[in-house]
């Protein structure tokens, strides 16, 4: 039996990787339904500590108990067996199956009758467990494409939660990975409020770079810098701008502002005409100068369905995409042949391939983009190609050869910028490009796209975030309800108010 309150603890923690320390004698506990926040910045040691307590690395040194048992998971299915769940950053929910069959996906021989599987009773079962967790507002039936972002994150905790259910877990931990990553405010305010109604039953271990939420979501926070435990703030008494000193130390983070002087050009570089799609409710028409950066905001995603549809992601209706003067063929290929680069939202399922090198990763890109079949036939021009890009564009890494996947979020971030930002892009289009990063990256991600437009690139974003990308961009354009709402001029005396962008989008 426990011997106190705990039901994780987790003692004197510490890991090293090739001489490196990642943690260095980490220790905090977890009670039952509370909310512990785990901070810092990328590199301070929360990804690996994660994967610890997830089965994926094993401690060099240190020990953890969970609810007073000794607790060291070998891999991922030890830890879930042992009742600890992770709801990674990068949603693993399957699109095109019904939340009943995500919940249930991989658990059919606990619901098979007479041998069988239907639809009614995967739906009978599904919903009756959401009715009695807290969640019967999530429509079992419903096809988890058709849900918000938010609403995916409550099919992740649920699947974790009926996972508990079946091995008779009574009191689960669930590692929250940036939950509220890509989501819009009203959604981050559905998701807070649903897990306050499920914390009671299991202990929360939550990260997310955004340190309001933060101190508005835990009963305490745990700060971590260099692998080390650097203090542990009282969040009813902590503010925002507090938390990012003790984030920060001494290390001060650059800001970078767009340029007083432009790129002009004599025509239009990028040059969409009255695009029509599903989401938006009315043609969309817009032009970006060369080395001219143009932010798309809104609480919905009539922005990312305008930067997908740039980047030959997704199809128009109707309308024209024009580079330099020239229509571009539709499709992804078409797109790339026009020089236009896309930087996805979704970095692992989209972006990069995480079991693959750093250097396979820059190296494939630019076979696919630009042609560089020389990169396949001699290694030593991929390698080398790999290594200015990783020189130039900061990544750090320790080998060429180093996974993608084992990178921080920043790192992965980066990246991916690097590998669109070639010196053969005319237009590059960033989805959601600070999402799930810390303020050392983003600041990172600000000056390779200023830089990228000091030489005439034109630069397309699509953000939940315009307070950030404001001090970058030359306009805004605002979605609301489908339509364009406002459009910002950021260059002139009269740039907008944080009210202002707020009211143009809600």
Not at 19 to 42: I, M, P, Y
Not at 479 to 498: I, N, W, Y
Request: net charge negative.
């Amino acid at each position: 039996m426990n011997t106190d309150d705990s039901l994780l603890q987790i003692t004197n923690l510490t890991k090293v990787f090739k001489g490196f320390k990642a943690l260095d004698s980490v220790s905090f506990d977890l009670k039952l339904g509370e909310v512990v926040g785990l901070a810092g910045h990328n590199g301070a040691g929360k990804s690996t500590l994660l994967n610890i307590l997830s089965g994926n690395f094993a401690p060099t040194s240190g020990s953890m108990t969970l609810d007073g048992t000794p607790f060291q998971p070998s891999s991922y299915n030890d830890s879930t067996r042992a009742g600890v769940f992770r709801i990674y950053q990068e949603l693993s929910v399957m699109d095109n199956l019904t939340v009943a069959e995500n919940l249930t996906l991989g658990t059919e021989r606990h619901i098979r009758k007479f041998g069988l599987i239907t639809p009614n009773r995967i739906n009978n079962i599904a919903g009756g467990f959401l009715d009695d967790v807290g969640l019967g507002d999530l429509d079992a039936t419903k096809r988890v494409d058709q849900l918000t972002m938010a609403e995916k994150q409550l099919v992740e905790i649920a699947k974790a939660m009926y996972m508990a259910r079946l091995a008779k877990i009574e009191k689960p931990v669930l590692l929250l990975d940036e939950p509220t990553s890509g989501l819009t405010q009203s959604q981050v305010d559905f998701l807070e409020e649903h897990i306050n109604n499920l914390r009671s039953s299991m202990g929360i271990i939550l990260t997310t770079h955004r340190g309001s939420e933060l101190l508005e979501w835990s009963d305490r926070v745990v700060v971590l810098r260099d692998g080390q435990v650097v203090g542990t703030p009282d969040p009813k008494t902590t503010t925002p701008e507090q938390l990012s000193r003790l984030l920060l130390g001494d290390t001060e983070v650059v800001r970078h502002t767009r340029r007083d002087k432009r790129i002009d050009g004599d025509r239009d570089r990028l040059e969409l005409r009255r695009l029509t799609l599903p989401s938006i409710a009315e043609p969309f028409s817009m032009t970006l100068r060369p080395g001219e950066i143009v932010a798309l905001i809104g609480e919905s995603e009539e922005k990312t369905a305008v930067a997908r549809c740039v980047s030959g992601l997704v199809k128009a209706k109707d309308g024209t995409i024009n580079v330099d003067g020239e229509p571009v063929s539709a499709g992804v290929r078409g797109s790339l042949e026009a020089g236009i680069r896309f930087v996805p939202a979704d970095r692992a399922g989209e972006g990069l391939s995480l079991l693959h090198s750093v250097q396979d990763n820059l190296s494939l890109g630019a076979m696919a983009a630009e042609g560089r079949q020389d990169l396949a036939r001699k290694p030593h021009a991929a390698k080398a190609f790999a290594q200015d890009l990783v020189t130039k564009f900061g990544v750090k890494v320790s080998s060429l050869n180093q996974s993608a996947g084992s990178l921080s979020g920043g790192n992965q971030q980066k990246l991916l910028v690097a590998r669109a930002l070639s010196e053969d892009a005319r237009v590059v289009v960033l989805d959601k490009p600070t999402r799930g990063i810390d303020v050392h990256a983003k600041a990172e991600i600000f000056r390779l796209v200023l830089e990228a437009s000091d030489r005439g690139v034109a630069i397309l974003i699509a953000s939940d975030e315009p307070e950030e990308l404001m001090p970058i961009c030359d306009r805004i354009i605002a979605f609301r309800d489908g339509v364009v709402s406002a459009e910002f001029d950021c260059r002139s005396e009269s740039e907008p108010t944080l009210g202002e962008l707020a009211e143009s989008i809600s």
